[in-house]
């Protein structure tokens, strides 16, 4: 069972990137998803996450407004379109599976399942 993540690289500060993750099989179209992002020397923070349904999400304070969650569970993906982006938003992503939930998680310790992780750099 795997998460893949990709979508990352260099953008300019007020510009947009759009993260993905497929996961390998259809376990994860009931579970919730969620991304994080660690920054260097920061600890690791829950970004954004969604419910197995798509119906409810949440968002970082930080990233409210300007970031936004969805998923396919035709494809095996979740999605994290990612809008204005600011320098402190650069990052590794990754992507998370919280295989027994059905809804929204905002806690790590109950996400199982983990990407390899996507790098978002913002330049100033």
């Known amino acids: 069972v795997q998460l893949q993540a990709y979508g990352g690289g260099l953008v300019q500060a007020g510009g947009s990137l759009s993260l993905s993750c497929v996961a390998s099989?259809?376990?994860?179209?009931?579970?919730?998803m969620g991304w994080f992002r660690q920054a260097p020397g920061k600890e690791r923070e829950l970004v954004a996450a969604i419910s197995w349904s798509g119906g409810t999400t949440y968002y970082a304070d930080s990233v409210k407004g300007r970031f936004t969650i969805s998923r396919d569970n035709a494809k095996n993906a979740v999605y994290l379109q990612m809008n204005s982006l600011k320098p402190e938003d650069t990052a590794i992503y990754y992507c998370?599976?919280?295989?027994?939930?059905?809804?929204?998680?905002?806690?790590?310790?109950?996400?199982?399942?983990w990407g390899q992780g996507t790098l978002v750099t913002v330049s100033s």
């Open positions: 998370a599976a919280a295989s027994k939930s059905f809804y929204v998680v905002t806690t790590s310790d109950n996400y199982d399942y």
């Open positions: 099989d259809r376990t994860f179209n009931t579970a919730a």
